[in-house]
């Protein structure tokens, strides 16, 4: 018996596990691709960005001014979300509003707030 009660000790492969597991298995790019997702928004600054404009639509000034950060850095960050297909933007006039790419950014995020939110309240419980 192992000292680790993390690791399976057993020998056996469980065949019918195994084969559907591989073949509901995507393709490697895929792979690549949700991991850069994942890379993009766990930017600590991205992600209150991704806060921000899951509350409002907003332009880069307001952004700036609700982080407190310069319109030059949430320009950057901006340009990062929008070209990873994450955020888009709609111009009126002079002004350009951002919002959420569309409803499954907007759930991916709030899923998120919720799964550690959960933990959260469930460490303090115990």
Do not use: W
Request: glycine content about 4%; some cysteine.
């Amino acid at each position: 018996m192992s000292n680790n009660e993390f690791i399976c000790d057993c020998n056996i492969i469980h065949k019918e596990v195994v084969e559907d597991t591989l073949a509901k298995m995507l393709q490697p790019d895929l792979f690549d691709k949700i991991a850069e997702f994942f890379k993009i928004i766990g930017d600590p600054t991205r992600t209150k960005i991704l806060f921000a404009l899951d509350q409002n639509e907003m332009c880069v000034c307001d952004i700036a001014n609700v982080l407190g950060m310069t319109k030059s850095s949430i320009s950057h960050q901006l340009a990062v979300l929008r070209k990873s297909g994450i955020v888009k933007y709609r111009r009126d006039g002079k002004e350009i509003y951002y919002t959420l790419d569309d409803e499954h950014v907007k759930q991916v995020f709030e899923v998120g707030i919720e799964h550690i939110e959960h933990k959260d309240e469930e460490r303090n419980v115990k």
